[in-house]
T-cell receptor, first 119, second 114 residues
Framework: GAVVSQHPSWVICKSGTSVKIECRSL??????MFWYRQFPKQSLMLMAT?????????EQGVEKDKFLINHASLTLSTLTVTSAHPEDSSFYIC???????????????FGPGTRLTVL | GEDVEQSLFLSVREGDSSVINCTYT??????LYWYKQEPGAGLQLLTY?????DMKQDQRLTVLLNKKDKHLSLRIADTQTGDSAIYFC??????????????FGAGTRLFVKA
């Protein structure tokens, strides 16, 4: 299957700082990327959907000024957690889905996740 | 509304069959999926079923879909210790911008006893 990477795999930061997480599709062009947040023993919560070259669509309750998403190319999307606070500590997972020349549109490929700890 | 529910824990003996159940609420689902997450790893698509199908079999995996009851199940035959993981049920529905988004259940932790 297609490969999606995330960097970093874990990050610890001080409260008030900003953290950027990268998501890359390594062997296919991802026309759509998704960002999820996963709490312990809970489901993946969809935060936002981004299409290459356009603004991300945020789910209800997700602050777009807090979680900045950029999908500048067909292989890279970034999530920036601005002015992070301890309650932002979580496991962030991205996934990617390709277009007509990529793996079937119904399949999302997931990155390994990034664990963010805000002190 | 968009909601996917599944039981949180299942324990079986090695060699037995495992059945993980899931219910969903959105009747407009196009595809329904089962994903597997092993510790420290990302989600891996196990299998999927299109909403106009009742059953799909893929080696040891059997997916049953009851669209009337909005019930999806995953049966793993001859369960092995390597099948121990968290299994997520998910549905693909049309998003606000016309594209599709995937809604996940909370995951069922499968524990296989040797």
């Amino acid at each position: 299957g297609a490969v999606v990477s995330q960097h970093p795999s874990w990050v610890i930061c001080k409260s008030g700082t900003s953290v950027k997480i990268e998501c890359r599709s390594l062997d296919f062009q991802a026309t759509t990327m998704f960002w999820y947040r996963q709490f312990p023993k809970q489901s993946l919560m969809l935060m936002a959907t981004s299409n290459e070259g356009s603004k991300a669509t945020y789910e209800q309750g997700v602050e777009k000024d807090k979680f900045l998403i950029n999908h500048a190319s067909l292989t890279l999307s970034t999530l920036t957690v601005t002015s992070a606070h301890p309650e932002d500590s979580s496991f962030y997972i991205c996934s990617a889905r390709g277009g007509s020349k990529a793996p079937p549109f119904y399949e999302q490929f997931f990155g390994p996740g990034t664990r963010l700890t805000v002190l | 509304g968009e909601d996917v529910e599944q039981s949180l824990f299942l324990s079986v003996r090695e060699g037995d069959s495992s059945v993980i159940n899931c219910t969903y609420t959105d009747s407009s689902s196009t595809y329904l999926y089962w994903y597997k997450q092993e510790p420290g790893a990302g989600l891996q698509l196990l299998t999927y079923i299109f909403s106009n199908m009742d059953m799909k079999q893929d080696q040891r995996l059997t997916v049953l879909l009851n669209k009337k009851d909005k019930h999806l199940s995953l049966r793993i035959a001859d369960t092995q210790t390597g099948d121990s993981a968290i299994y997520f049920c998910a549905e693909s529905i049309e998003g606000n911008t016309g594209g599709f988004k995937t809604i996940f259940g909370a995951g069922t932790r499968l524990f296989v006893k040797a």
